[in-house]
């Protein structure tokens, strides 16, 4: 059974930066993309970032673009969030996954319901 790890999660006042991080326990299972989410309390779950496993092609809510980058590291099979200019807004347990599913167009990555495995979140608080 795959497991995905998070970490880095934590209280930084807004404009400052974190940066999570995702591991993966199984080396040799067939990730194709994967994402981060994050849910705040009283809202659904929402996309924040993806990224294609092989190809390392990457993309964004809007809500992060230009703010947020997501990279992996294949050797470490970790993959990141580098979260910076953060808000208030962007307070939420964030939640890494994988997907295992091959999709030609990158937008089906932004859908919660085609990653397989997640991981148990990680709390993260910006501060005004």
């Known amino acids: 059974q795959v497991q995905l790890v998070e970490s880095g999660g934590g209280l930084v006042q807004a404009g400052g930066s974190l940066r999570l991080s995702c591991v993966a326990s199984e080396r040799t299972f067939s990730k194709y993309a994967m994402g981060w989410f994050r849910q705040a309390p009283g809202k659904e779950r929402e996309f924040v970032a993806a990224?294609?496993?092989?190809?390392?092609?990457?993309f964004y809510a809007d809500s992060v673009k230009g703010r947020f980058i997501i990279s992996r590291d294949n050797a470490k099979n970790t993959v990141y969030l580098q979260m910076n200019s953060l808000k208030p807004e962007d307070t939420a347990i964030y939640y890494c996954?994988?997907?295992?599913?091959?999709?030609?167009?990158?937008?089906?990555?932004?859908?919660?319901?085609?990653?397989?495995?997640w991981g148990q979140g990680t709390q993260v608080t910006v501060s005004s």
């Open positions: 990224i294609r496993w092989t190809l390392g092609t990457t």
């Open positions: 996954a994988a997907s295992s599913t091959y999709y030609g167009s990158s937008h089906y990555y932004a859908k919660d319901d085609v990653y397989a495995y």
